[in-house]
């Protein structure tokens, strides 16, 4: 990343590839066709929109090329940059079927659900202790995913109780693991937890806690006004990975 510093692409990044990536997994426990598209298409925007960021923030388009051309499988990001692309060729080929083959719709699933993972390893294999200093970034990012997806396919047009009840639980499950998380880094990233809770980016943190998980339950509680309970589930979706990429480079020397 350019100055070697992570910004708003980063974050924007994953936050749109988590959002079209849990919407399409969730997709696939419905058995009509049209939600099951609709998942696939707004993975695809996701993921397609990310891609577009990273190359952007790398400065030098044509380093992404570079970076898929060569063959780097200790690279997390060159596998991270491989698997992004093989999820976008899945997505696209379950829109232009006819039918979905199992074998298909399977190998686009696990690669989606990688991209979506992938982005807290990537942070994982840094050497910030905020980001490497406990194993639960990706599941805090992979539940988010369900969380926001949830919320992206409600947004959607789709209404349905079990979109509800998935939101419902994987926020609480997310915030349990952030939580964790910022526990579990405290000794060796003080500065990052402190900025996040109290500092600089609190903000962001309990933007995510209220608007992004506290305000929707309870309006999902009450069933009351849920795309807009949707809406700011997306919105603290963002702030959580805003908080975590910002946080995280606090106290961290930059040369």
Do not use: C
């Amino acid at each position: 990343m350019k100055g070697g510093e992570w910004g708003i692409y980063i974050a924007l990044y994953f936050w749109l590839a988590a959002m079209g990536g849990g919407a399409f997994l969730i997709s696939l426990g419905f058995k009509d066709r049209q939600t099951r598209l609709m998942g696939a298409w707004l993975a695809l925007i996701g993921i397609v929109a990310g891609a577009l960021l990273l190359i952007v923030d790398l400065g030098q388009p044509t380093r992404f090329w570079h970076l898929l051309a060569g063959i780097h499988p200790v690279s997390v990001m060159w596998l991270g940059s491989v698997v992004l692309a093989l999820s976008g060729l899945g997505l696209f080929l379950l829109i232009i079927s006819k039918d979905w083959p199992d074998w298909l719709v399977w190998f686009t699933a696990i690669m989606v659900l990688l991209v979506v993972g992938y982005t807290g390893v990537l942070l994982m294999a840094t050497a910030r202790p905020f980001w490497s200093g406990s194993p639960l970034l990706p599941w805090i990012f992979l539940a988010s995913a369900y969380t926001t997806g949830a919320a992206l396919l409600v947004i959607f047009g789709k209404h349905d109780p079990r979109l509800t009840r998935i939101s419902f639980n994987f926020a609480i499950i997310e915030v349990i693991l952030v939580i964790a998380h910022l526990i579990w880094t405290y000794s060796q990233a003080k500065p990052a937890v402190n900025a996040s809770i109290s500092g600089e980016y609190a903000w962001a943190f309990w933007g995510f806690i209220v608007i992004g998980v506290l305000i929707p339950l309870f309006m999902e509680a009450q069933r009351k006004a849920l795309a807009l309970a949707a809406a700011l589930v997306l919105i603290g979706g963002f702030l959580l990975r805003y908080f975590i990429v910002y946080a995280g480079q606090v106290g961290v020397m930059r040369f």
